[in-house]
């Protein structure tokens, strides 16, 4: 267990109480590795700056919480990680009901811009001075001063539907055309919609609008589910990584009830954890091949992959969405027959995996359309606080499994690959070494897996007003969930953040200046997953005249990565 | 470059093919595959352990008389977890082998089962017969803190 140093809570408490001015409540440390500071809203900003300038904070999420029925106030949370002292720290203000704003962080931390958009939405706390105070979260037609987090809101409440609504949307800067991306398309995992600003073929900007498919289980959490139906929801919020949720949601709740998960469940945990990673980078391998029309590498990659799969289905029960996770350990044995099994299966996978990689590699096409494409600056992905492997191959040497370990990660290291280029091919170089090392890992887990229970023995209750805060490296980046726990055997606030969130909001600046053509392949390469596509339109603002382009016409676009009337 | 596609073109040359006969040829699932719930009526006696648990909301009980117990199963929703057949005392249900569920009738996916109790002479709900009592006090219902609904 990575332990925590002292003088760093020494000198984060320091620099909290300095900025403070005085006006920190209270300071407490209610997990070893977590910091808790209330403090007056006034002074939220300059602590903020104290954290984010001086140690170098990384923010992590917002968390807005309707405490009314406790204490009469809205808290915002503000939750950040210093990953070289291995500490969490959790700035938290009060904002009364009849004056209900906070000074705005997004112009110290660009990172939090959605995140104070998002409890803006849910639970109507104003981020005042926010650079782009738009709606994020709630739908357009979604009434104003109906806030859905709000613990008086019903969780089955429709509201009416409205008429003429239209996404709030920037102008594009003056001379460039507009060419808008969704709200389906073939690179993103759930609608979203992007307008991109082009000057001929060269992006100049762009803008977003999200959460199309926003589906409130934060609300089902606290209101409908039970400590321990949720993690069968956690496990939907995605197709890819769903363990990685629900382990990420069983580690909160056990954080929070001080529950000692026993150290065979651990590695069981970190087992499938990596099980997940390997099956995870393969799709991603194959799906970064496909769209830039290299159909080996995603024929090659899936048929490697799928004896994972088929592996997870006999250790689970099924392919995906394991069930295994529940409060307090697992609820499936990791039976020893199935263990040679395994190790043979990940023999076979390494060996091709290296086949391909040996091969693609010295593949000049390839590199011809990943080198410089897409290029994150080491200082914007900090500065968005991006993560996963976005983050580490812009040469930020971040990763939850060694910062702050969970299940079995502090007996078995993982190894951080980075690289510095941060275009997408160093994209597809991170991804690769950590696919060989989560093979390592697997392989280590196994040796090393002690006999024992799988599960805690719960005798008591979970005791209301405690909060969990846990971080997952999920094959896209962190994973972040925050469950404060209340009465009737459920959360009273559950956040989850999943690792796309960070990582779509450094979108704008990979993709300007960029090619149209090499828009996908950008997009792809933050791993979002792929749905089928609708179209896509450009439109040439100074004649009207309106192109549709089918998805099929833009993949070869990007295949060939020729543009209309481009030179290309 | 040469190298490279050469070096491509012999993993896609020596992995043959990998593709299932499936649907053509049967498959069997992997053993401990969680498929389609199948309920024991025998051996039910009423506790109700798997509708506390049920994550999806897929398993309603109802006290419609006295004496009887109707406990529904709208499997349609049934995302498979396996916490019922978990908590289930006597292992009256159980996750089958079954995967190929696909039906035009929503009524292929709807169980209803009818259990005789023993109502509370002084309340007058629905309990199993005194008998069981321990054993369901046993399983079903122990999961208190860690998955009863409240």
């Known amino acids: 267990m990575s332990t925590v140093d002292q003088a760093a809570v020494t000198r984060v408490k320091d620099a909290v109480a300095a900025r403070g001015n005085g006006a920190v409540l209270s300071a407490t440390q209610p997990h070893p590795d977590t910091l808790r500071f209330v403090i007056e809203k006034n002074a939220m900003r300059a602590a903020v700056a104290g954290l984010v300038k001086e140690l170098r904070a990384r923010f992590l999420i917002s968390v807005g919480t309707d405490q009314r029925p406790l204490t009469g106030d809205f808290s915002i949370l503000h939750l950040f990680s210093l990953d070289q002292d291995h500490l969490y720290v959790l700035l938290e203000s009060s904002v009364s009901e009849k004056d209900p704003w906070i000074e705005s962080i997004t112009d110290l931390v660009p990172g939090a811009n959605w995140a104070e958009r998002e409890f803006r939405d849910a639970i109507g706390v104003r981020p005042d001075g926010h650079p782009d105070p738009r709606r994020l979260l709630l739908a357009d037609d979604w009434p104003e001063g109906v806030f859905p987090l709000r ?9 009416p539907r409205a008429e003429n609504v239209r996404p709030q949307m920037l102008e594009p800067p003056k001379g ?41 289980i934060e609300k089902l959490g606290d209101s409908v589910m039970t400590y321990n139906e949720i993690p069968y929801l956690a496990e939907r919020i995605c197709g890819i990584c769903g363990f990685i949720h629900s382990t990420c949601y069983c580690q909160a709740v056990e954080k929070a009830a001080g529950i000692e998960v026993p150290r065979r469940a651990r590695y069981i945990r970190t087992i499938m954890l990596e099980l997940e990673r390997i099956h995870s980078h393969l799709l991603w391998l194959g799906i970064a091949g496909h769209i830039i029309g290299f159909e080996t590498i995603l024929m090659q990659t899936w048929r490697v992959r799928e004896p994972v799969m088929w592996l997870c289905e006999e250790i689970s029960g099924n392919r995906k969405t394991y069930g295994m996770n529940t409060v307090g350990g697992l609820r499936r044995n990791l039976a020893n027959q199935i263990m040679p099994k395994l190790l043979e299966t990940l023999g076979r996978v390494e060996k091709e995996t290296v086949a391909i990689r040996d091969a693609v590699i010295g593949d000049t096409t390839l590199q011809a359309r990943t ?21 580490r191959a812009s040469g930020v040497a971040i990763d939850a499994r060694v910062d702050h370990p969970y299940a ?12 510095e280029a941060g275009d997408t091919w160093a994209r597809v170089l991170v991804r690769i070494a950590e696919l060989l090392d989560s093979i390592r890992l697997v392989r280590d887990a196994l040796a090393a897996i002690p006999p024992g229970p799988i599960c805690a023995d719960i005798k008591e209750e979970i005791p209301p007003g405690r909060f969990g805060l846990s971080v997952v490296e999920a094959p896209r980046g962190e994973a972040v969930h925050f469950v404060l726990t209340g009465g009737d055997n459920r959360p009273y606030r559950w956040r989850v953040r999943a690792p796309t969130y960070p990582n779509l909001q450094a979108m704008p600046a990979m993709v300007e200046g960029a090619n149209i053509a090499d828009v996908p392949i950008t997009l792809g390469s933050l791993d979002p997953c792929f749905s089928c596509t609708e179209r896509l339109e450009t439109i040439d603002r100074t004649t009207n005249e309106v192109r549709v382009y089918s998805g099929a016409e833009l993949l070869e676009m990007s295949r060939r990565r020729v543009c209309p009337g481009g030179a290309r | 470059m040469f190298l490279s596609k050469l070096r491509e073109a012999l993993i896609c ?52 008389e006295q004496h009887r117990r109707t406990i529904e199963f709208y499997w349609r929703r049934c995302t498979y977890c396996g916490r019922c057949e978990e908590v289930c005392p006597e292992k009256a249900i ?29 309340c007058g709900r629905c309990f199993p017969p005194p008998t069981a009592l321990d054993r369901m006090m046993n399983t079903g219902f122990r999961e208190g ?6």
């Open chain 1, 151 to 159: 613990r008086d809101f019903p969780y089955n409440y429709k509201p």
């Open chain 1, 176 to 216: 460039a055309s507009v060419l808008p991306i969704g709200p389906f398309f073939p690179v993103l995992e759930e609608p979203a919609y992007w307008r991109m600003f082009v000057e001929g073929e060269t992006v100049v900007g762009c803008d977003t609008r999200i959460f199309y498919n926003h589906r409130g």
């Open chain 1, 371 to 391: 080198k410089g494409v897409g290029t994150l600056t080491n200082e914007w992905a900090k500065q968005v606080c991006v993560v996963g492997p976005p983050a």
């Open chain 1, 408 to 419: 079995a990660y502090d007996e078995i290291p993982p190894r951080i690959a980075t690289e």
């Open chain 2, 13 to 64: 040359l020596k992995a043959g093919r990998v593709t299932l006969d499936y649907p053509l040829a049967p498959q069997e699932p992997k053993p401990g595959f969680r498929g389609k719930i199948t309920i024991d009526a025998d051996l039910c006696f009423g506790c109700g352990g798997c509708a506390n648990v049920c994550p999806a909301n897929v398993i309603v009980l109802s006290d419609t």
């Open chain 2, 94 to 122: 159980r996750l089958s082998q079954q995967f190929e569920t696909a039906t035009n009738d929503p009524q292929d996916m709807y169980m209803r089962l009818e259990v005789f109790m023993g109502p509370c002479q002084r």
């Open chain 2, 145 to 150: 803190p860690r998955g009863g609904r409240a």
